[in-house]
């Protein structure tokens, strides 16, 4: 006859006694047969009310499953008999019957682990008879009270379980719980595995550890440590500090007077951070040479210290903490108006990326070059983060925090703001942490109307790192190379190391990851562009500061670190491989041909230059600037050779050009000519200038074309010279004779003058 058995809703029947074990209404599906994981096979059949056979649940007809049986589709490892139901080996099950058992009844090989697999703190928890034998038996309190059984119960199985806590946070480093290099928060790890115990149930459905400890692993830390400190003295003592003060537990009863509570704050206070029993034993110390009452457990120091916790955490924690976590904090309203405040930091992105370096070994003597490849590195990015909008209106991408990173992400802001705006601007305000301040804040000064450095210590005052928290949980998280967040974070939400470390090899190279950076920016900035914008239409006009492309280059511009001359030809300077062509229709520039320049350059806009008298090594390189002379160049336009390639920027450009030359000529005509009736006038006011001298040879016809008939007649007025005919040919003796200037009285000789012209 077929035994029915009732488990909740469900009615399941023996296939030759194959019943399933129940208990409580608790469904055992599956269990372990000589070695083997087995499934029951009632479990397998659709229930059949002829036969009795199968249950509810059950998915293969009893005809197919004895067919399957025969054919070796399915292996009964177990028959059925009175009291031990028939066993299916699951491993060998056809596929499609064993991925329908899954879908329905869930795999038995995860509950087989479940059942079988202890905890690591199960594992390591000892009965302690001493602990009980204190509670039960030693412990008294009010005269003869005994401890209630349940409280028995309770300390005893508390300290049982935080001696296996102890045990395995000491023996880290040879179990699972973390170590080593790992960075793991151990506390954490043991708090969980605390929490879990309180989920085990015996058979019967009762807890098997049913403990009160902290389920926060800082206050469980906290316990423990207690615990072990008053262990330290003695094991009874340990035993004493989890007793409630209801119970008796008088260790803060102790009474101090003001020069013994002041002993107390400044043993607590003191940077070497004692511990609780290390304090007792130094205060005891004074104690007895001054004839107070010792103090018997450390227990007693916590609450003094808790009780001090305020006027000792600078002492032992430092100003920072006291500021963060006691002091009254301003709350600040972000500006409405753009460009009023920039707030500027560096990020250490959390992102991987991989890298290859070579690596030199030697082996046998001989150096091998290899490239070994690294998988942890991440980028730096500076960002300029405006507090209107929250709007990262900068950023510059690097291996590390550097000044040159951080100029680059300034001049990237600047360089948006023309993009938005139409012209550069600088901030009103301008924060950064006190990173290389000696070099930066000058800089910082220079570009803004209120440089304000962040507080040290004062986290609170840079917006910019909560900024960075959001990056990393709304982009960063979501990418297949996120690094986890900071050492201090949740461990829980950390990446699966285990994982990372499986496919190393498809973490990204270091271009992906500058795209994954620049497309986060490129993300914020499109969220943001058009409240930002807005921000801009109602900033005041007082509050806007243009930044002039000369100061922009004198403060931003990147140099070479040598010196150029400009030439005819313009002032030429080599950039990404390219010969690139600068001049200014300035005239002035003309007259100082002969300086050496230094030239500052935008690589992001190579439209124009700045360039600054300096003096130079002989080795080309800047000595020291001079910054006497300063002219902004603009980048020279190419004009095509046939007319028909030329645009009208082309003729436009040579028009200018013309005109820029023209108006040279004409420049220099005009020195010639201010000059010629200079010494024309010092020549007519001395005579004997013109006659004595060279001067008057080289001047040139004045405005009116009258210089030479000017010059006659100073000299004529001078002198009254002989005149007198030469009629006869002249040969070239005679040349030779008037070269030296014997016969010509007209003419004076100079070596230099070889053309023979007179």
């Not at 910082?444 to 210590?457: D, N, R, V, W």
């Not at 200014?584 to 124009?608: A, K």
Request: hydrophobic share 35%; proline share 4%.
């Amino acid at each position: 006859m077929n035994n029915i058995i009732v488990v909740g809703t469900k009615t399941l029947v023996n296939l030759n006694c194959n019943i399933v074990n129940t208990n409580n209404n608790i469904n055992i599906m599956a269990e372990i047969f000589n070695n083997r994981i087995c499934v029951f096979a009632n479990e397998l059949i659709i229930f059949n009310p002829k036969t009795q056979v199968g249950s509810e649940d059950g998915f293969i007809p009893e005809g197919t499953y004895y067919s399957m049986a025969r054919n070796g589709q399915l292996i009964v490892l177990r028959r059925g008999i009175p009291g031990c139901p028939a066993l299916v080996d699951f491993e060998t099950m056809r596929k499609d019957v064993k991925k329908e058992y899954i879908v329905r009844k869930g795999d038995p090989r995860a509950e087989i682990a479940a059942k079988t697999q202890k905890s690591i703190l199960e594992d390591a928890i000892v009965y302690s008879n001493a602990a009980y034998e204190f509670f039960s038996v030693k412990y008294r309190y009010d005269g003869d009270k005994k401890l209630p059984p349940a409280k028995i119960d309770e300390y005893t199985l508390n300290v049982r379980i935080m001696n296996a806590i102890l045990s395995l946070r000491d023996g880290r480093k040879a179990n699972s719980i973390g170590g080593g290099s790992t960075r793991i928060n151990v506390w954490e790890k043991l708090c969980k595995l605390s929490n879990d115990l309180l989920t085990l149930k015996d058979p019967n459905g009762r807890d098997i550890f049913p403990h009160n400890l902290p389920k926060n692993w800082k206050a469980l830390k906290r316990k423990c440590e207690q615990y072990e400190a008053a262990r330290r003295i003695s094991e009874e003592e340990g035993y004493r500090s989890v007793i409630h003060k209801s119970y008796g537990n008088k260790y803060a009863a102790v009474v101090m007077n003001e020069d013994a509570k002041a002993v107390m704050h400044k043993l607590i206070s003191m940077h070497n951070n004692l511990n609780n029993v290390q304090i007792m034993e130094e205060y005891n110390k004074v104690a007895s040479l001054m004839d107070w009452k010792p103090i018997d457990s450390p227990t007693t120091v916590e609450n003094w210290r808790q009780k001090f916790a305020l006027t000792t955490m600078a002492g032992n924690k430092g100003d920072k903490a006291l500021k963060n976590t006691r002091m009254k904090q301003i709350h600040r309203e972000a500006p409405t108006q753009a460009l009023t405040y920039w707030t500027l930091d560096g990020w250490d992105a959390e992102l991987f990326y991989q890298k290859k370096t070579p690596k030199t070994v030697k082996k046998n003597g001989e150096e091998k070059r290899y490239m070994y490849t690294t998988y942890t590195n991440r980028k730096t990015m500076v960002v300029v983060l405006d507090a209107c909008e929250k709007y990262p209106v900068g950023y510059a991408i690097g291996d590390h925090e550097s000044p040159a990173l951080i100029r680059e992400a300034l001049r990237n802001a600047i360089q948006h703001t023309k993009e938005l705006f139409g012209e550069r601007y600088k901030p009103l305000q301008l924060q950064s942490d006190n990173y290389q301040k000696k070099v930066m804040v000058p800089f910082y000064e220079a570009m803004t109307k209120y440089y304000t450095p962040a507080a040290l210590g004062n986290a609170k005052s840079k917006i910019v790192e909560p900024y960075f928290k959001r990056l990393n949980v709304e982009y960063c998280q979501k990418q297949a190379n996120w690094s986890g967040f900071g050492i201090t974070a949740d461990k829980d939400n950390q990446p699966n190391l285990e994982v990372l470390n499986q496919n190393h090899k498809f973490i990204p190279d270091e271009s992906t990851v500058i795209a994954q950076l620049e497309a986060i920016i490129a993300q914020e900035r499109a969220k943001k562009i058009d409240a930002y914008r807005t921000a801009w239409e109602r900033t005041e006009e007082a509050r806007k500061m243009p930044f002039g492309i000369e100061e922009y280059l004198m403060l931003m511009g990147e140099t070479t670190g040598r010196t150029n001359k400009i030439t005819g030809s313009g002032l030429f300077i080599e950039f990404m491989g390219e010969r690139i062509c600068f001049d200014s229709f300035d005239l002035s520039l003309r007259d100082h041909y002969n300086e050496d320049w230094i030239v500052r350059f935008d690589p992001d806009d190579m439209s124009q230059v700045l360039v600054s008298n300096a003096k130079r090594l002989k080795s080309g390189r800047v000595d020291k600037e001079i910054g006497t002379l300063q002219y902004v160049l603009q980048r020279d336009i190419k004009v095509p050779m046939a007319l028909a390639d030329q645009k009208p920027e082309h003729f436009e450009y040579r028009t200018r050009v013309d005109r820029f030359n023209n108006e040279m000529v004409e420049t220099v005509k005009e020195k010639v000519k201010d000059v010629d009736r200079r010494i024309t006038t010092i020549c007519q006011r001395i005579p004997e200038i013109a006659a004595a001298t060279v001067l008057d040879r080289y001047l040139i016809t004045d405005s009116l074309g009258q210089h030479k008939d000017v010059r006659s007649k100073m000299r004529d007025d001078a002198t009254d010279a002989d005149f007198t005919e030469v009629t006869q040919h002249i040969t070239r003796q005679s040349v030779v004779m008037a070269s030296t200037g014997t016969d010509d009285e007209d003419y004076d000789y100079n070596p230099l003058d070889m053309n023979f012209s007179r």
